[in-house]
């Protein structure tokens, strides 16, 4: 397997974009992200997006991308894995530069939110039509079941929850490219309209329109290019039921376990050697969850872990530094190629006023559903 | 790059399965298809299909078939390319055997298309939805553009359109598996229902339900099953505008000739070392246009050979032998892979009464849209 870099990224700013649709998103994330690399070719390009066909009435997304960049007759395909398309397809661009098949591949993600479609109904088709949606259940739901299992098993309360939220939002703020960049009170997320209970709005990430690029290259080529050399030393994908009913326990995250613990193997590193990390906060008590998964805080001590500040800008272990999907807002197809923009962008030394100090390995964990996927990357300098 | 071999198929009789689910065909073709590589372990699975989304409100098709299939935690991915997903899942799982990550990889195409969604819509999803489908067009209105280009400019013939037809229809007649096991004569294509002049409900591909699947393997492995050995010995993948209207020339399909130029240099193998092609007939037109770009014809001679029965089991280069989309059915997510199974099944002589003669090398091209993507595969002994 041969060694691949990341060379370029490129982000627009994520929010409710009403002037430019999916492919304006998409053509403008991927040029600035090409600009970034300074490459002049493409081999290949994988675009990750969750449900274009019921947001905006339109599939085979790969050829459109390639064809709207200019860049056809490369090859172009779309990947999806729910909420994770967008670090599945980095996970795909990164096979395709490992086996030789392409030097320079491009990897976007992108999804539109905000044209008019159900919303809540297009996001379910992530979860179980058969035995979960047809029921009646959606995505704040089973992120509810998870939050009040978490809350009774671990003496958790709801202040817990939205300190996570709290720490995102400040991240969020010195973030040009989050959506929302104000700071939040605790007592914002505890009066805010509850969704499903214990989850408030603020407990809730956004509806967001988004696209987020990377250039992936071979060592040979990255050797070439006139930017700093980040190396994706790890790679780990995992699947678990898609149903939540069906797991032994509705607060372990198996597939994002699994994803992590693959990753760390193929990198050879363990969770103390992480500087930071982009994790999947769709909801407060997922980012608490899947801190305890990716082996950062021991399974039941997350909550404490994010009230000690631990996984602030300044703690043992930054997490979303980003403002994570809460406050940098949830394109879903988009999120985990920008989960990897963020991390680069911090071992880059480019984070500005968010930059955190001796940022040297950077981890990214997008899950899709709720926690049937999940796909993490370790990169260093 | 590592060898990748092909060391299990499997595939369900495509039709109106109006008693199985989208999840119940795809783990049927799953089961059979590793009961016949004979392995006791899969390391990743890809699945291609187009769009659940809209078909039977069910995205996460990955992470829900590895959980169907009793897989999970395997990492699991949807792959999309429209009519082509199958054909690109397929290259996926070949780089990701390819690039050493995986060493026993499930690729599964699946489309449930008869549950009662709008298909003519749903299938729109493929071209440009707003510089095409808002405009009116469908993709029987597309191929018709094409086929009327091709008549006009090369003298053809309706009667050469129906042809392929009667051909596949008869090829189709000769295969368990296929949809419609029905031989038609060139009147039945004439005087059938007109969709878009000039083509009839004949020289369509049906609506169908479906689910193929091949198990790929490294050399490595494939050397301790006992099974013949299929290599994967070329792999070209391709774009073009996704809007017909934008092309220089109607009946030209630049992604289909550059994914066969790819997949030929890669093979280092020519047109004429072929045996066998399955090819991408969604409509009588593409099968003629195709043949002419993967080079078996030259240019404006494909209806010619068609009639002179070349492309027939006994002639020159046997095209569509499993009856082609046209006779076996097309839930377009599995056609890509069903070719696949039709090649491997050639090449082990075990086709049936459809079997040819000297079976050695073949070809696979599956396409999307109205050409804007093309993925070839050549396999030999």
């Known amino acids: 397997m041969r060694d691949v870099c990341v060379m370029g990224c490129g982000i627009i700013k994520f929010g409710e974009l009403w002037n430019k649709s999916l492919r304006d998103m998409f053509v403008e994330a991927a040029l600035k ?9 493409i081999d290949s390009l994988y675009v990750g997006t969750m449900t274009p066909g019921l947001f905006v009435g339109q599939e085979h997304i790969g050829a459109l991308m390639a064809d709207y960049l200019g860049a056809a007759p490369i090859p172009a395909v779309r990947i999806e894995s729910a909420c994770a398309s967008g670090g599945m397809a980095f996970r795909q661009g990164f096979l395709d530069v490992a086996s030789g098949m392409s030097d320079i591949v491009l990897v976007g993600g992108v999804e539109k939110m905000t044209d008019g479609a159900d919303v809540t109904y297009a996001l379910s088709t992530a979860a179980d039509q058969e035995y979960e949606v047809y029921q009646g259940i959606t995505f704040p739901g089973l992120y509810a079941m998870i939050a009040n299992a978490y809350m009774h098993q671990f003496k958790a309360t709801r202040k817990h929850l939205a ?16 959506q929302y960049q104000s700071v939040i009170t605790i007592d914002d997320v505890l009066n805010a309209t509850m ?8 407990d809730s990430s956004p509806v967001s329109d988004g696209a987020a690029c990377v250039v992936i290259t071979s060592m ?15 790679s780990g994908a995992a699947t678990d039921t898609l149903a939540l009913h069906q797991r032994n326990d509705l607060t372990t995250l198996n597939a994002v376990r699994i994803s992590a613990e693959k990753a760390y193997k193929m990198a050879g590193v363990k969770p103390d050697d992480i500087n ?4 999947h906060d769709c909801f407060t008590i997922a980012e608490i969850c899947i801190t ?9 001590k997350g909550a404490e872990f994010v009230e000690k500040g631990e996984t602030a800008l300044t703690g043992k272990i930054p997490i979303n530094t980003s403002g994570g999907l809460k ?8 999120t985990g190629v920008a989960q990897v923009v963020e991390v680069v962008e911090q071992l880059r030394g480019n984070a ?19 926690g049937a996927s999940s796909v993490t990357h370790i990169f260093s300098m």
């Open 352 to 370: 500005g006023k968010r930059q955190i100090k001796n940022a040297k390995i950077g981890l990214t964990q997008n899950m899709g559903g709720s």
């Open 292 to 300: 305890e998964e990716l082996g950062f805080v021991e399974k039941g």
């Open 33 to 41: 992200t090409i600009d970034d690399a300074g490459v002049d070719q």
């Open 276 to 279: 930071l990390a982009e994790v």
């Open 327 to 334: 406050s940098k807002g949830h394109p879903v197809g988009a």
């Open 163 to 178: 300190q996570v939220a709290v720490k995102n939002h400040y991240n969020g703020s010195l973030n040009p490219n989050a």
């Open 195 to 202: 969704v499903a209970d214990p989850i408030t709005i603020m």
């Open 220 to 234: 040979e080529v990255a050797k070439k290019l006139k930017k700093p050399i980040i190396k994706v030393i790890g």
